[in-house]
């Protein structure tokens, strides 16, 4: 091959000068035995000069621009443009070749092209030449067909020729436009049959729109995720799946009974596992775009599900099959004032230009700016016309709009108005009116019936395409494309971890669509970013994935540890968070403490997401608006500022607020609750008055009264509460005990119905006057801030406000007084556990001595005669909890966890403690009749004297329980085995079923009943 340098030269070259299928019918002479690129280049003399890494751009154009330096002689303007489009095609081919490789077969003994001739090309083609873009001409599709057979003949596959010859097309039309604005001097006819010398403008912003998809695709194939790891993206990108539906599917569904009559239409829901079917979403895409479809791609999927990752993947795509997408983000389009398409577009591609640049240093002088006054040409470049895989003629240029959810907005408009006016604007200029061209349109953004319903945008033929979570192959996938890519030090550890973690997964994802569904905090894991950062702390030698998936609450805590504290690396943050934690409830708003009260924000409201402008109104900390918190926050750190955005959507004025996922929000607003808590004490320990007892009161009561706390946010608080207590010192203890006790006031605020009761006090006067209760301000709370002007808001009623709180104030009670006992109490080490050796020292406190040990519980006290309304009152305060209907538990005190709690001779007959844990608790002399016990733990209480008439006790556990005269008699579901595991006493009246089930008459039964008590 040296040989070739010595005879390439500009003389030789133009002798030698082959059109298409000369150059086929020679590479067959050379191809017999070596390489197949190395035979295209042995008949191309200049090819020699393509650098042998083929994929540096404009290296044909390059060579060719010297192959025709001093080669003056042809004018004639077809002639020209022939030689041009031969010379740039072959140098493509060459490329195209290098990137996808060398044909499988090797093993060629003889190439037939008798019949390639066929498809000859002349320069009378060109007479017809357009710049609407070269590769659209025909002149193309006869090289294609000679080139197919050309590929096929060398030995490849119909993949492997459909990819070349995509590759070709993307190389083709870049090499062309640079060979003709390198060297105008020797193409100048070429370029005045254009209207080139006219129209700079066009070849301009063709350019601009090449160079802005290879920027694109930069962000894809070459930028480090996180900007710190050794991969990028197109490592380790796998593709989602999808549900499709049209909206006329969506739209029509009906529910239809068993007799066939259609019920009224119920929404669908387009997550649903069963709705819309599961396909790869790069699949439907392409043959959306492939296929006589002539409607926008509509996709959606929650926030952090993989939209942006795949815009970025079809970016990369559509440039291998010769397209030129054009990927915007709503964020960078600024549609206030006069409304002008393709000028605003124009703006938010130089804004994309700018920020895409800016952000790869040092890297950015590889991608120019845009040199274009204007890259749509007002709209004529969506006029272009090409022929695609099919032979469908479309648009080569595909419109993707990115993130409709960040579509910025005049103060004076609505969401729904400019995205209606937007995407219709879009429609009606792309699509409606272009009959020249089919324009493809992607858009992109989080589900919202803005975009959907009663939409401009919208037809019922329009598709929707659902982005679902990760199966479990496709994370397996994800996870170790990461760890191939990573430098992680231990693989094989790492290996075992996924393993694991994927075989809780596939159970989570197999069960779905029953009814309860196991494991649900795995659902998060489902979105590819997530999983990254979930590998992220398996790298982490402090961290065992396993265990953290059994606790939810670990799992989230770690991650915002290892996060947002320190922006994804690896120091300790235990002592900071520890130290951040515990401060003095006025220090400066962190990246953490942001996220706490924008969950809290957001939970109030009792919503997913909501405004800026909302979000801003109901900040502590008002002087600064949410978009330049965040910045302010994140804007020296890179690495914290994608994880911030990844947790959390903001930075924006209009892009509204919101979690990308609901299990984060639960989990910041858990931990916003224990940080109040915190602060309670803190502040108690200084000041320890009245007036400082009120003020957290209603602090804390703004977060709990608006809503009921889900299942989830109880147990990350629950498990929260536990893990700062056992790691607290014995300062930090102090302040837990402080706030114990604090919490038992509260709750006598609450049951006193301090805040349903207007308050006096003295004007200036000395009048006694009254002011509004506390619960008017609660109520106010919960009212939007940003609502429509002509509608009145809605706000929660007292009732509820007062269920709410009442609930919380139990439950938090009963955490932090067993926290603190059992942190005290080592409880496996004491032989006889018993409540003799205690003293009530608050309305609902008591302490404990046991064997040199002191503690203090929480708890009730009633009666010890049973008699009627003596000891009913805390029935009462569950039926206050319980007067609104909703609570997501069931009915007060069903699944509470009360271990360690006192309810010495309280009536709780027909009470629901359904799955309860009430481990040590007291309940001598306690009233139970028809209570529902089912499922409730009872492990080492004392029921001495404790009525159980027609209690349900189906599975409850009472492994020895203290049954010391205890009325069972007539109890529900009793097993012999239970009342073997327990501790039998005195005259324990048992049920006469359970001497049915021994078969034994009266003699036996007293000789068994008198072997349990021993």
Same mark, same amino acid.
Request: proline content about 3%.
């Given at each position: 091959?040296?040989?070739?340098?010595?005879?390439?030269?500009?003389?030789?070259?133009?002798?030698?000068?082959? *059109?298409?299928?000369?150059?086929?019918?020679?590479?067959?002479?050379?191809?017999?035995?070596?390489?197949?690129?190395?035979?295209?280049?042995?008949?191309?003399?200049?090819?020699?000069?393509?650098?042998?890494?083929?994929?540096?751009?404009?290296?044909?154009?390059?060579?060719?621009?010297?192959?025709?330096?001093?080669?003056?002689?042809?004018?004639?303007?077809?002639?020209?443009?022939?030689?041009?489009?031969?010379?740039?095609?072959?140098?493509?081919?060459?490329?195209?070749?290098?990137?996808?490789?060398?044909?499988?077969?090797?093993?060629?003994?003889?190439?037939?092209?008798?019949?390639?001739?066929?498809?000859?090309?002349?320069?009378?083609?060109? %007479?017809?030449?357009?710049?609407?873009?070269?590769?659209?001409?025909?002149?193309?599709?006869?090289?294609?067909?000679?080139?197919?057979?050309?590929?096929?003949?060398?030995?490849? *596959?119909?993949?492997?020729?459909?990819?070349?010859?995509?590759?070709?097309?993307?190389?083709?039309?870049?090499?062309?436009?640079?060979?003709?604005?390198?060297?105008?001097?020797?193409?100048?006819?070429?370029?005045?049959?254009?209207?080139?010398?006219?129209?700079?403008?066009?070849?301009?912003?063709?350019?601009?729109?090449?160079?802005?998809?290879?920027?694109?695709?930069?962000?894809?194939?070459?930028?480090?995720?996180?900007?710190?790891?050794?991969?990028?993206?197109?490592?380790?990108?796998?593709?989602?799946?999808?549900?499709?539906?049209?909206?006329?599917?969506?739209?029509?569904?009906?529910?239809?009974?068993?007799?066939?009559?259609?019920?009224?239409?119920?929404?669908?829901?387009?997550?649903?596992?069963?709705?819309?079917?599961?396909?790869?979403?790069?699949?439907?895409?392409?043959?959306?775009?492939?296929?006589? @479809?002539?409607?926008?791609?509509?996709?959606?999927?929650?926030?952090?599900?993989?939209?942006?990752?795949?815009?970025?993947?079809?970016?990369?795509?559509?440039?291998?099959?010769?397209?030129?997408?054009?990927?915007?983000?709503?964020?960078?389009?600024?549609?206030?004032?006069?409304?002008?398409?393709?000028?605003?577009?124009?703006?938010?591609?130089?804004?994309?230009?700018?920020?895409?640049?800016?952000?790869?240093?040092?890297?950015?002088?590889?991608?120019?700016?845009?040199?274009?006054?204007?890259?749509?040409?007002?709209?004529?470049?969506?006029?272009?016309?090409?022929?695609?895989?099919?032979?469908?003629?479309?648009?080569?240029?595909?419109?993707?709009?990115?993130?409709?959810?960040?579509?910025?907005?005049?103060?004076?408009?609505?969401?729904?108005?400019?995205?209606?006016?937007?995407?219709?604007?879009?429609?009606?200029?792309?699509?409606?009116?272009?009959?020249?061209?089919?324009?493809?349109?992607?858009?992109?953004?989080?589900?919202?019936?803005?975009?959907?319903?009663?939409?401009?945008?919208?037809?019922?033929?329009?598709?929707?395409?659902?982005?679902?979570?990760?199966?479990?192959?496709?994370?397996?996938?994800?996870?170790?494309?990461?760890?191939?890519?990573?430098?992680?030090?231990?693989?094989?550890?790492?290996?075992?971890?996924?393993?694991?973690?994927?075989?809780?997964?596939? %159970?989570?994802?197999?069960?779905?669509?029953?009814?309860?569904?196991?494991?649900?905090? @795995?659902?998060?894991?489902?979105?590819?970013?997530?999983?990254?950062?979930?590998?992220?702390?398996?790298?982490?030698?402090? &961290?065992?994935?396993?265990?953290?998936? *059994?606790?939810?609450?670990?799992?989230?805590?770690?991650?915002?540890?290892?996060?947002?504290? &320190?922006?994804?690396?690896?120091?300790?943050?235990?002592?900071?968070?520890?130290?951040?934690?515990?401060?003095?409830?006025?220090?400066? #708003?962190?990246?953490?403490?942001?996220?706490?009260?924008?969950?809290?924000?957001?939970?109030?409201?009792?919503?997913?997401?909501?405004?800026?402008?909302?979000?801003?109104?109901?900040?502590?900390?008002?002087?600064?608006?949410?978009?330049?918190?965040?910045?302010?926050?994140?804007?020296?750190?890179?690495?914290?500022?994608?994880?911030?955005?990844? @947790?959390?959507?903001?930075?924006?004025?209009?892009?509204?607020?919101?979690?990308?996922?609901?299990?984060?929000?639960?989990?910041?607003?858990?931990?916003?609750?224990?940080?109040?808590?915190?602060?309670?004490?803190?502040?108690?320990?200084?000041?320890?008055?009245?007036?400082?007892?009120?003020?957290?009161?209603?602090?804390?009561?703004?977060?709990?009264?608006?809503?009921?706390?889900?299942?989830?946010?109880?147990?990350?608080?629950?498990?929260?509460?536990?893990?700062?207590?056992?790691?607290?010192?014995?300062?930090?203890?102090?302040?837990?005990?402080?706030?114990?006790?604090?919490?038992?006031?509260?709750?006598?605020?609450?049951?006193?119905?301090?805040?349903?009761?207007?308050? #006096? &006090?003295?004007?200036?006067?000395?009048?006694?006057?009254?002011?509004?209760?506390?619960?008017?301000?609660?109520?106010?709370?919960?009212?939007?801030?940003?609502?429509?002007?002509?509608?009145?808001?809605?706000?929660?009623?007292?009732?509820?406000?007062?269920?709410?709180?009442?609930?919380?104030?139990?439950?938090?009670?009963?955490?932090?007084?067993?926290?603190?006992?059992?942190?005290?109490?080592?409880?496996?080490?004491?032989?006889?556990?018993?409540?003799?050796?205690?003293?009530?020292?608050?309305?609902?406190?008591?302490?404990?001595?046991?064997?040199?040990?002191?503690?203090?519980?929480?708890?009730?006290?009633?009666?010890?005669?049973?008699?009627?309304?003596?000891?009913?009152?805390?029935?009462?305060?569950?039926?206050?909890?319980?007067?609104?209907?909703?609570?997501?538990?069931?009915?007060?005190?069903?699944?509470?966890?009360?271990?360690?709690?006192?309810?010495?001779?309280?009536?709780?007959?027909?009470?629901?403690?359904?799955?309860?844990?009430?481990?040590?608790?007291?309940?001598?002399?306690?009233?139970?009749?028809?209570?529902?016990?089912?499922?409730?733990?009872?492990?080492?209480?004392?029921?001495?004297?404790?009525?159980?008439?027609?209690?349900?006790?189906?599975?409850?556990?009472?492994?020895?329980?203290?049954?010391?005269?205890?009325?069972?008699?007539?109890?529900?579901?009793?097993?012999?085995?239970?009342?073997?595991?327990?501790?039998?006493?005195?005259?324990?009246?048992?049920?006469?079923?359970?001497?049915?089930?021994?078969?034994?008459?009266?003699?036996?039964?007293?000789?068994?009943?008198?072997?349990?008590?021993?």
């Amino acid at each position: 091959m040296s040989n070739i340098q010595d005879k390439a030269t500009t003389a030789k070259a133009i002798k030698d000068f082959k *059109n298409i299928n000369k150059w086929f019918s020679d590479t067959c002479s050379a191809f017999k035995g070596t390489e197949l690129v190395e035979a295209l280049k042995v008949t191309l003399p200049w090819a020699e000069n393509i650098v042998d890494a083929a994929g540096e751009s404009f290296a044909v154009a390059k060579f060719v621009c010297k192959i025709f330096e001093n080669y003056t002689k042809i004018t004639d303007t077809f002639e020209l443009a022939y030689l041009a489009c031969v010379e740039t095609y072959k140098g493509s081919l060459i490329e195209a070749i290098k990137i996808i490789g060398e044909p499988k077969d090797k093993n060629i003994s003889k190439l037939q092209l008798q019949d390639i001739n066929e498809n000859e090309i002349n320069p009378e083609d060109f %007479e017809d030449f357009d710049f609407s873009s070269s590769i659209n001409n025909t002149f193309i599709s006869k090289y294609e067909k000679n080139c197919e057979k050309f590929l096929k003949a060398c030995g490849y *596959n119909e993949e492997q020729i459909f990819k070349i010859l995509r590759k070709v097309r993307e190389r083709y039309n870049i090499n062309f436009n640079k060979l003709l604005a390198e060297n105008p001097k020797n193409f100048q006819a070429v370029i005045n049959h254009l209207e080139l010398g006219k129209k700079d403008e066009e070849i301009k912003a063709r350019k601009d729109l090449e160079n802005y998809a290879y920027l694109n695709n930069y962000f894809f194939t070459s930028e480090s995720v996180f900007f710190e790891n050794n991969y990028s993206l197109s490592d380790i990108y796998e593709q989602v799946e999808c549900g499709c539906l049209s909206w006329k599917e969506i739209c029509n569904r009906q529910n239809r009974d068993d007799l066939g009559y259609n019920r009224p239409k119920k929404a669908l829901d387009v997550f649903d596992e069963e709705t819309g079917g599961r396909e790869l979403i790069n699949k439907i895409v392409s043959e959306l775009i492939d296929g006589d @479809y002539n409607e926008p791609i509509v996709i959606q999927g929650p926030a952090g599900s993989g939209k942006s990752s795949f815009t970025l993947w079809l970016n990369n795509k559509l440039m291998e099959e010769g397209l030129t997408p054009i990927r915007i983000q709503f964020k960078h389009i600024d549609f206030n004032g006069d409304f002008d398409l393709y000028s605003e577009l124009h703006n938010a591609v130089k804004t994309a230009t700018a920020s895409l640049k800016s952000s790869i240093e040092p890297k950015k002088d590889d991608f120019s700016c845009l040199s274009s006054e204007n890259v749509f040409l007002n709209g004529k470049i969506f006029e272009d016309t090409t022929t695609y895989y099919k032979n469908n003629k479309l648009c080569p240029y595909v419109l993707i709009l990115d993130g409709w959810d960040e579509l910025s907005l005049a103060q004076s408009q609505t969401f729904k108005d400019r995205i209606d006016k937007v995407l219709a604007t879009v429609k009606k200029n792309l699509i409606t009116s272009n009959d020249k061209s089919k324009v493809k349109i992607i858009v992109t953004g989080r589900p919202t019936e803005d975009v959907t319903k009663d939409s401009n945008f919208i037809t019922p033929n329009t598709k929707i395409l659902t982005i679902k979570p990760l199966n479990p192959e496709s994370l397996n996938n994800l996870f170790d494309n990461i760890v191939k890519h990573s430098q992680y030090p231990d693989h094989a550890k790492m290996k075992e971890e996924i393993k694991s973690i994927i075989e809780a997964y596939t %159970e989570y994802f197999n069960s779905r669509t029953e009814q309860e569904l196991i494991n649900q905090h @795995y659902e998060a894991i489902g979105m590819p970013l997530l999983a990254a950062l979930v590998l992220k702390l398996a790298s982490n030698e402090d &961290y065992q994935l396993k265990e953290l998936f *059994n606790n939810p609450t670990d799992l989230y805590r770690s991650l915002a540890d290892l996060t947002v504290e &320190y922006g994804g690396r690896d120091e300790k943050a235990f002592d900071k968070i520890k130290k951040n934690i515990y401060a003095a409830s006025n220090q400066k #708003m962190d990246l953490r403490s942001l996220f706490r009260e924008i969950a809290i924000a957001i939970s109030i409201l009792g919503k997913e997401s909501i405004s800026s402008y909302e979000l801003e109104t109901r900040l502590l900390h008002p002087e600064n608006n949410i978009s330049t918190q965040v910045e302010d926050i994140i804007k020296k750190d890179s690495i914290s500022r994608l994880y911030a955005l990844f @947790y959390f959507k903001a930075g924006h004025k209009s892009y509204g607020c919101e979690f990308i996922h609901k299990s984060f929000r639960e989990y910041f607003f858990a931990e916003a609750l224990i940080v109040k808590l915190i602060q309670a004490g803190s502040d108690l320990k200084i000041n320890n008055n009245e007036e400082t007892k009120i003020k957290h009161f209603k602090k804390l009561s703004c977060i709990l009264a608006p809503r009921w706390l889900t299942p989830e946010i109880n147990n990350h608080v629950k498990n929260l509460i536990e893990y700062h207590i056992n790691i607290s010192d014995e300062e930090k203890l102090e302040i837990w005990e402080i706030t114990r006790d604090w919490l038992a006031d509260y709750f006598v605020w609450w049951a006193d119905k301090e805040h349903m009761t207007p308050q #006096m &006090y003295l004007n200036r006067r000395g009048e006694a006057q009254t002011e509004p209760p506390f619960v008017e301000e609660l109520a106010q709370e919960t009212r939007p801030y940003d609502y429509e002007k002509d509608k009145l808001p809605k706000i929660t009623d007292y009732i509820s406000l007062d269920s709410h709180l009442g609930d919380s104030v139990f439950q938090l009670n009963c955490y932090v007084h067993a926290f603190i006992a059992v942190k005290k109490l080592n409880l496996a080490n004491i032989e006889q556990w018993s409540w003799e050796n205690s003293n009530q020292c608050h309305k609902h406190q008591w302490n404990i001595e046991i064997e040199g040990q002191n503690f203090t519980v929480f708890g009730f006290i009633g009666s010890e005669t049973f008699e009627k309304n003596e000891n009913d009152y805390l029935l009462n305060y569950f039926a206050r909890i319980n007067s609104t209907p909703g609570r997501p538990q069931g009915m007060a005190p069903l699944s509470y966890f009360m271990p360690l709690i006192n309810f010495s001779g309280v009536d709780l007959s027909h009470a629901s403690l359904y799955n309860a844990r009430l481990d040590y608790a007291s309940l001598d002399y306690a009233r139970l009749d028809y209570a529902r016990l089912d499922y409730a733990s009872l492990y080492n209480a004392r029921l001495d004297y404790a009525s159980l008439d027609y209690a349900h006790l189906y599975n409850a556990s009472l492994d020895y329980a203290h049954l010391y005269n205890a009325s069972l008699d007539y109890a529900l579901n009793l097993t012999l085995k239970q009342i073997e595991s327990a501790y039998i006493y005195g005259s324990t009246k048992l049920p006469i079923y359970i001497w049915e089930q021994m078969g034994a008459d009266e003699n036996e039964r007293q000789e068994y009943f008198e072997k349990l008590i021993k």
